[in-house]
């Protein structure tokens, strides 16, 4: 391969990670190269199993993200005060990690006050694109 130095790759964007992820394999490199995603695709979060290429991915996904737009909009139509951090307000969202992850970043100094979840647990909200966090009022 022409990169032999990569061993870890963070994909900003889901809808490339399966393309990322077979390339990685027709290179030969399935075991030495880990994936960290973003978005929670339901399609990369079942790659998170342990020993798999997966091994992190942030809980955001367009459908939570228009679900949150919605009802941050709604509120704010209401004349409902939303509390925000200079200005803005964000999507409250958590890392999700499989055990063998989070026992690994743990063991180098991940913070306690991380909200994480495993790919399990982020499942039902990823599918049904719950928004199980409401704007602070």
Known sequence: TQYPEIDAVSIWNDGITAAVATAIKNAGRDKEIVIIGS?????TIKMMEPGGMMVGNVMT??????AWNIKVGAALARGIEIKTDNGMVYL????????T????????????????????DSMSTI????VDWQPEV
């Open 127 to 130: 599918e049904n694109a719950v």
């Open 61 to 66: 996904g367009l459908a939570r993200i228009g």
């Open 39 to 43: 978005d929670a695709d339901t399609t």
């Open 101 to 120: 992850t989070f026992d690994q970043a743990k063991a180098n100094g991940f913070k306690d006050e991380i909200k994480w979840v495993t790919p399990a």
């Open 92 to 99: 409250p969202t958590a890392l999700i990690l499989n055990q």
